[in-house]
């Protein structure tokens, strides 16, 4: 039987990458990443649904000195999906090797996120993951050129699938049929997809480019405001921010 290490987030298109590789025999376990802009609460959830292991690792600080240099650039607001999505593939190929995984996966799906889950990126990501042939993506794997898991026996490729596009009808149908049925909606999760957090993040990384994990993490409380070079002011909305 073979050992697949997933990037498990907790939305549809990872738990479904899961069930596609779990329906077919493969050994499943999941990895979740912590950082001050995600957490793992949902792929806890998504881990236990599914009835498979999971791997919780905390990467703040290796993480925020990625995202504030990316290779790849920023999308829409502070997020560097090319590079975060490289990143945890790098991060989870250590564990794979360590403990004797025998390839990784993820949800991404073909042309979904128009940006970073075009045909370029997903070969870009694979590449500066440094793990490019021990990377699967089940849900979009009939539509990619034919990977070394699919070559060697480890997965097969007939049972992997053919999704694209930014419809989530697919998924959703796969999910009625499959009975996953409690599974978080589309977007969101990520606070660097977020403009109000962006644009504080910004402000952080100009004034004090040493910035901390602590540092992000206030940035999540109450009204902010940039008084001056080096002084700003918090306004706690409620007594937890308080």
């Known amino acids: 039987m073979s050992k697949a290490l ?13 069930m596609t590789l779990l329906r077919q025999g493969v050994e499943v376990t999941g990895i979740a990443f912590v950082t001050p802009f995600f957490g793992s609460a949902k792929a806890e959830q998504a881990a236990r649904q599914i009835g498979i292991p999971l791997i ?24 560097p999906c090319i590079d975060c999505h490289a990143m945890m593939f790098r991060l989870a190929g250590e564990v794979m090797a360590g403990k004797g995984f025998d390839f990784l996966f993820s949800g991404e799906v073909l042309g979904q996120r128009p940006m970073s889950q075009n045909l370029n990126a997903l070969r870009s990501v694979a590449n500066y993951s440094g793990h490019p042939d021990r990377i699967l993506r089940p849900l979009s794997a009939r539509l990619l050129a034919i990977t070394a898991m699919e070559e060697e026996g480890l997965v097969d490729r007939e049972r992997l699938l053919d999704i694209q596009g930014r ?8 999910a009625r049929e499959w009975g996953l049925t409690d599974y978080p909606s589309s977007g969101g999760g990520c606070l660097l997809t977020e403009k109000s957090i962006s644009n504080r993040l910004r402000d952080l990384f100009d004034h004090r480019p040493e910035a901390t994990v602590t540092d992000v993490e206030l940035l999540k409380l109450g009204r902010q405001f940039r008084l001056s ?11 937890a921010d308080n």
């Open 229 to 239: 070079e080096t002084a700003k002011l918090t306004l706690g909305r409620n007594q």
């Open 167 to 174: 419809s989530r009808k697919p998924q959703e149908k796969l």
């Open 6 to 18: 997933g990037l498990l987030s907790g939305g549809l298109d990872s738990s479904l990458a899961a």
């Open 56 to 79: 919780v690792q905390d990467i703040g600080e290796v993480h925020l000195e990625m995202v504030k240099n990316p290779r790849y650039g920023y999308g829409k607001n502070m997020n």
